[in-house]
């Protein structure tokens, strides 16, 4: 069965430190997506990333950056020097197919991250 | 509009009556979904559409129904609303023959049932 896992509940840094949210996931498909959404205080959610499972290279944005490892299942999701702003849960999710064409979202519990000042 | 807007922001609503929580986008996706999110649950669909005219039921369906008149809309009825049916619930939208059916969400309808 397909399955997503964000062991981290919680998680509590100060400002600027680094922080690595957890991902590991279960899938029988061969080709899958990975995301990871933001859930900021204000209560929306925001895509961040989507990751092809053809396709393991890490990429960067800004101070984001994501680890794909297929070896391990695992897409983890890394904040370099942290801010305040940073503090939301955070969701992986990973694609399947479901209908059809359509693909829908196994979503994991999600992370909630606190950067205080 | 941009993107996904759903109304009401928020309801308090009496148990027993009928609620239709609305959802509208314009990025002509063909997929629309509507999900539950409960404290230490995560999110939960409840029905998605693959495109106008067709609908399908999700992990929590019952209690709730859809319609897919057109691109555009997505209602989400509560025929009696029950206290369980306190959430906060989100629509979403995605265009999976883009490929990747990364999904874009609405602000999310904050529903609470006496």
């Known amino acids: 069965a397909q399955k997503v896992t964000q062991a981290q509940t919680e998680i509590s840094v100060v400002e600027k430190e680094d922080v690595t949210l957890d991902c590991v996931y279960e899938?029988?498909?061969?080709?899958?997506?990975l995301f990871w959404y933001k859930q900021p205080p204000s209560g929306e959610l925001v895509f961040l990333i989507r990751?092809?499972?053809?396709d393991e290279q890490n990429e960067i944005s800004g101070r984001y950056s994501w680890n794909f490892q297929k070896s391990t299942s695992s897409f983890n999701f890394t904040i370099t020097a942290s801010q305040v702003v940073d503090s939301a849960v955070y969701f992986c999710?990973?694609?399947?197919?479901?209908?059809?064409?359509?693909?829908?979202?196994?979503w994991g519990l999600g992370t909630s991250l606190a950067v205080n000042p | 509009i941009a993107g996904i807007t759903q109304a009401p922001t928020s309801q308090i609503l009496a148990a027993g009556r009928r609620m239709t929580l609305r959802c509208t986008q314009d990025?002509?996706?063909?997929?629309m979904y509507w999900y539950r999110q409960d404290l230490g649950l995560g999110l939960r669909l409840i029905h998605y559409?693959?495109?106008?005219?067709?609908?399908g039921k999700g992990e929590v369906p019952d209690g709730y129904s859809v319609s897919r008149a057109n691109t555009d809309d997505f209602p989400l009825t509560l025929a009696s609303a029950v206290p369980s049916q306190t959430s906060v619930y989100f629509c979403?939208?995605?265009?999976?023959?883009?490929?990747?059916?990364?999904?874009?969400f609405g602000p999310g309808t904050r529903l609470t049932v006496l």
């Open positions: 899938t029988r498909d061969t080709t899958y997506y």
């Open positions: 990025m002509r996706h063909n997929a």
């Open positions: 999710a990973l694609s399947e197919a479901y209908a059809g064409n359509n693909r829908k979202l196994i």
């Open positions: 979403a939208s995605s265009d999976p023959q883009r490929g990747g059916n990364e999904q874009f």
């Open positions: 559409s693959n495109t106008a005219g067709t609908t």
């Open positions: 990751r092809n499972s053809f």
